[in-house]
């Protein structure tokens, strides 16, 4: 499908295996590491597009790169990944009966060549006893999960619903991706 090498900044395995739904697989896995601080007065939107484009820049210039940052924002506050259990819990009873944004900026770079989408989904859960924290907690699920939730894992029973890309919610929204590829010659048209 691609002649052109493309390189996926990131070690997900949640955006391999979505890459692999639409034929694709990336020449080079690169992760990056940058700073993921948001700024003083920083918008939700504006924090996953600049983290998208700055992890495609700091993936270098050795061909189409592919990135993408996902976050969760639940009344106002951004919840990114939880550094430990303590947080992981805080993240979970926030989320517990409402209903909370899943934001992921895509960014495709080639030399001066930079595209990026962002995409926002809207998610509901169902009131979480303290029982299904629990049990959450020790699956370890949350772990380097945006909002500390695998929407296509365990937590998929504390969704009541979703309003946008299922994609975007896993990390990676397919039918914006899949444009943005197409621009670059990744994919081709038809």
Avoid at 105 to 110: K, L
Wanted: aromatic fraction near 4%.
């Amino acid at each position: 499908m691609t002649t052109r090498r493309l390189i996926l900044a990131s070690a997900s395995p949640r955006r391999l295996e979505l890459l692999s739904q639409i034929g694709i697989a990336p020449d080079l896995v690169s992760p990056t590491h940058i700073d993921e601080t948001p700024k003083k007065h920083e918008k939700p939107d504006a924090l996953v597009s600049r983290l998208a484009q700055e992890k495609a820049t700091a993936c270098g210039d050795h061909g189409v790169v592919l990135a993408a940052d996902t976050i969760v924002v639940c009344g106002g506050r951004i919840l990114g990944k939880p550094n430990d259990e303590v947080e992981a819990r805080a993240m979970l009873k926030r989320l517990s009966g409402r209903r909370h944004r899943v934001i992921t900026s895509v960014a495709v770079m080639e030399g001066d060549k930079l595209r990026t989408r962002t995409v926002s989904t809207q998610v509901k859960f169902k009131n979480l006893s303290q029982e299904d924290i629990d049990a959450y907690i020790a699956s370890n699920e949350w772990q380097d999960k945006a909002g500390a939730y695998a929407i296509q894992g365990l937590a998929g029973r504390f969704v009541i619903r979703i309003n946008g890309s299922y994609s975007n919610v896993v990390g990676l929204p397919l039918y914006e991706t899949a444009n943005l590829l197409t621009s670059f010659g990744i994919i081709s048209e038809g």
